[in-house]
Every structure is written in structure tokens, then in C-alpha cells.
């Protein structure tokens, strides 16, 4: 008994891809990226107030400040890095 199995193949484009991809990035990803990074920067800055200004008790709470906010713009650096590198490769096909 022979069975024929229709098979459809689909051409990947893309270019059209990358074109609804690119705006995604531009005007969703990008913004919030850049407004996580600038709460990092603000909470190290903040932390950075507290090591010079403050007291005992408050140097303590301003090295945690600077701490998570260069753990912050770590992880947005990497979050950019890793958008870019997905949007890239999936774009590259």
C-alpha cells in the first residue's frame, strides 16, 4: 500500500522578517532598555551620594545602591546585547 504524503515547503524571506522584526526592537525594546539603564545609573548615582555624604549606617546602604545598580546596567547591557544578537541571527536565514 503506497500512501502519498503531500509535503509543503515555505520559503523563508528574511528581509520581510526583518522588516516587521526591526520596528519591534526600535520602538518597544529599545525604550524600555534605555529607561532600565537610566534607573541603574540613578541608583548608583544615589549610592554613590549616600558612600561620600552620608553616615556610618548610610555608607553601608550606598555601597548595596552602587552594587545593584552595576548589577542593573550589567543585565541591560547584556539584555541589549542578547535582542541584537537574536534579532540578527533569526534576520540572517
Known sequence: MNLLV?????KIDASAF???LDPIISNIFNPIVK????????VFAYGV????W??????EKGKKSMLFGVIGMF??????????LVANTVKSF
Open 6 to 10: 503531500s509535503t509543503a515547503f515555505a
Open 18 to 20: 526583518g522588516a516587521v
Open 35 to 42: 529607561l532600565m539603564f537610566a534607573i541603574a545609573i540613578v
Open 49 to 52: 551620594f549616600q558612600v561620600v
Open 54 to 59: 552620608g553616615g556610618e549606617e548610610s555608607r
Open 75 to 84: 543585565i541591560m547591557m547584556s539584555a541589549w546585547g542578547i535582542i541584537y
